[in-house]
């Protein structure tokens, strides 16, 4: 069995040799017919045989085209504040994948800590999930995470991010790929995010740009950047980003694109002498944080260092001798906001009066 991270060598071509070029073989053959399925799925709702369902407010969906993080959290934190900001009663509605039944999954954590004041309702049936939201919080708004392909809700602004780095999953459809549907699925966005847009060249951010308009001509641009805000422990307290510039450090990190929690630490001026990278959602059962314990404690670090999706699930300010901080990250749009704020606004002066 492949693990995330062998997989990834494997489809990107990074890894050579005649076994990954079987894989790449085997991987291909199932690209055909998984392809097929999504684009009969997709048509019946493009031709109304399988309608979209409206829940009476706003709602606007943050998705993506690839497996993995493309950075979406941050995106969707930055929607909520935004509206809150304006007074309107906004409620974050998600699938819950990677959760225990009946238990929040880490973004619904890590979101909850950042927004205490925005009900997060998790369930596979997003729509029965805006509707309790609407009907137990008074919701005025919805903001749909992880959605784009989750069509049967209907949105009124279709939000699609796409990481930088790793901008169009290596040009194929799961699982020879990391796309979860053909690129001509963009047709159905109103707005691209392009995520960790400060991590690449103007040249390379051109071409990503060229090929979206290629598929969403109308769609809005947005260029975003994701900006560390500081240090976080699980007990709240916090430090300066740049407190630990310069010093030895030890990093690991759960998640789909692993190269962005690198970059964050290269920007950051760490020096990372040890590194360990999980598959995204990764439950950290006792054992593994055991085993965390164990290779902290034989570093010499000033400190250990992971996302703030991953401390959440953890919930411990030490591994052995060494403190364990979080990487707090904000978005910070450098492109297309005041395009942006715009729709927003004109979908909250629609809201209806109390």
Known sequence: MLSAAEFREIVSGRRRGA???????LFRAAETPYSLAVRWRNRQYD???????RVGVPVVSVGNLTLGGTGKTPLVEWLARWLRARGVRVALVSRGYGADAGARNDE????????????????PDRVAAARMAIAEFDSQFILLDDAFQHRRIHRDLDIVVIDALEPFGFGHVFPRGMLREPLAGLRRADAVVLSRADLVSGAERERIRAIVTRHAPGALWIEAAHVPRGLRNASGVEAAADSLAGQPVAAFCGLGNPASFRATLNRLGYDVVA??????????????????VQWAGGLTVRGVV?????????????LGPHPLWAVVVGLEMTVGAAELESRLAALCAAIPAA
């Open 19 to 25: 076994k990954a070029a079987l894989w790449r073989g």
């Open 47 to 53: 031709r109304g045989r399988k309608p979209s369902e």
């Open 108 to 123: 619904a954590l890590e979101l909850e800590q950042k927004l205490p004041d925005v009900p997060h309702v998790q369930n």
């Open 275 to 292: 590194q360990r990278e999980y598959p995204d959602h990764f439950p950290y059962p006792r054992e593994e944080v055991e085993s965390l």
């Open 306 to 318: 992971c996302t703030h999706k991953d401390l959440v699930k953890l919930g411990i300010d030490r």
